[in-house]
């Protein structure tokens, strides 16, 4: 048996003409730098977009707003660059000033305060966060309270015999208040002749067929729970 002969190494091909690359080269040390710089850029700019378009980090709470005092609707917020930041009302855009205030607090708090509560602040109010990777948003509402209250009673009224009569009040309240009206003290029990309607800011007492019995102290009152209040006129019959 005879021993197998080695092959012979085979020697490496040398490169084409043109396409051997000199590390000791300047010119190629500084295309290598300009590369890696380019991988950077790239990189940075990826993750800048995966970090920098607006995030909701606390969201938006609703809040209760007691007639005449402020509320304050805070929210946390991430991006990079820094957002322009705007509030909406209803779908109307509020401008910082002495009712409506923007607040920024280090470092990601952003915050509405909303001063001298009345009823005409009730509604959703909207955070826009925009930068220019994109844009997010938050909504809630700030719900009013305000104590049961008679913006304005019923005029004294002088009537004859058989005319309708209308005594009526305009009311205001958030929660919406029961209404009431009584005569002389008592109570007004409703029927065909009788009665009084309530709409969303008004009361209105109707007496059809009027008698000299109808003539008297009437009243009506408003309450909730926040509060009362009543108002008083005389009807005289001839």
């Given at each position: 048996m005879s021993k197998t002969t080695q092959a012979p190494a085979r020697k490496?091909?040398?490169p084409p003409p043109g396409c051997t690359i000199d590390i000791n080269d300047p010119t190629v040390q500084d295309a290598a730098i300009k590369i890696q710089?380019?991988?950077?850029g790239h990189r940075s700019r990826r993750e800048l977009r995966e970090?920098?378009?607006p995030r909701i980090l606390k969201d938006l709470k609703d809040?209760?707003?007691?007639?005449?005092?402020?509320a304050r609707l805070d929210c946390r917020v991430s991006a990079?660059?820094?957002p322009l930041i705007r509030w909406f009302k209803d779908g109307r855009e509020l401008k910082d000033g002495p009712k409506y205030r923007y607040v920024f607090e280090d470092p990601d708090v952003v915050a509405l305060v909303v001063r001298d509560g009345n009823l005409s602040d009730l509604g959703k109010y909207t955070i826009s966060i925009t930068n220019t990777f994109g844009e997010a948003y938050d909504s809630a509402k700030i719900i009013i309270e305000v104590p049961g209250k008679i913006e304005k009673g019923p005029d004294n009224v002088k009537a004859k015999v058989g005319q309708?009569?209308?005594?009526v009040a305009r009311i205001s309240g958030e929660p919406e208040p029961d209404v009431g009206w009584a005569k002389d003290g008592e109570d007004i029990e409703e029927d065909d002749r009788v009665f009084y309607d309530i709409e969303v800011d008004t009361t209105t007492l109707t007496i059809?067929?009027?008698t000299k019995a109808d003539a008297g102290k009437y009243e009506v009152f408003v309450e909730n729970s926040l509060g009362m209040d009543q108002s008083f006129a005389r009807v005289d019959v001839n």
């Open positions: 490496a091909a040398p710089a380019s991988y950077r970090k920098g378009p809040v209760v707003l007691i007639e005449g005092s402020a990079f660059p820094d309708t009569v209308k005594l059809k067929n009027i």
